[in-house]
């Protein structure tokens, strides 16, 4: 009678395993997808208008799980300028791009979107347009010459945007207000270089200190 009930008892128990392994093969697995998406980095720069931000725009995509997540196309969409629409997430779940900025000035967005997620990542960005800041000195200066006779080198001037890049096509005016010499050319514009010539100075008559101004519009330093 032990031995029957010891063998029920071991007939039971395999039976009970077999269930239970019969029970999770036939448990469906849940297939990893993509469950979010968050920017990384690359936001809130600042560039020229239709220039190329320094940073990358970088993104990561995580799964229902909370892990890495290879394989997803990231569509990414600039409110302005361009950028490399889809990207494949790597090993690490990070897609990234560059981006270009538009002609507008002022902000500009890029949305980087991947299917089935209902939240994308926004990234942020200001154009700007350069701004004529500061005029300096490049030669001509603290010269001697007799009367009636051009001065040796023609006066130069630099003009500088606010980031202290030199700005071609910028109007310059030159004007005498010290002694009795003439110029000629007193209007002229910046070259590539941001540097702007006078015509030619010609002393006066009369000895003394001989004054040049040269200024630009909107700029509230000149240089004499």
């Not at 690490?92 to 002609?103: E, M």
Request: hydrophobic residues 40%; aromatic residues 4%; charged residues 10%.
């Amino acid at each position: 009678m032990r031995k029957q009930l010891r063998y029920l008892m071991a007939t039971l128990a395999t039976a009970g395993m077999l269930f239970a392994t019969s029970c999770k093969k036939d448990s469906p697995v849940e297939p990893l997808k993509a469950a979010s998406i968050t920017a990384v980095s690359g936001s809130g720069q600042t560039a020229r208008i239709s220039t190329a931000l320094i940073n990358p725009m970088v993104v990561k995509v995580l799964d229902q799980h909370g892990a890495a997540f290879s394989g997803a196309t990231v569509t990414f969409t600039a409110s302005g300028g361009t950028v490399t629409t889809n990207v494949i997430t790597n090993a690490a779940g990070t897609a990234r791009t560059n981006w270009t900025l538009g002609s507008a000035v002022g902000n500009q967005s890029v949305n980087a979107c991947v299917a089935g997620v209902t939240t994308c990542a926004t990234f942020t960005a200001t154009a700007t347009v350069p701004v004529v800041t500061s005029i300096q000195k490049v030669a001509g200066d603290n010269q001697t010459g007799a009367g009636n006779t051009a001065f040796a080198v023609k006066p130069s001037v630099k003009v500088l945007d606010d980031l202290g890049a030199s700005m071609s096509g910028v109007a310059v005016t030159f004007t005498v207000t010290g002694g009795s010499g003439s110029i000629t050319g007193g209007s002229t514009t910046t070259d590539a270089s941001g540097i702007a010539t006078v015509g030619g100075w010609l002393a006066g008559p009369i000895g003394g200190v001989y004054k040049l101004r040269a200024s630009v519009a909107g700029v509230t330093s000149t240089v004499e």
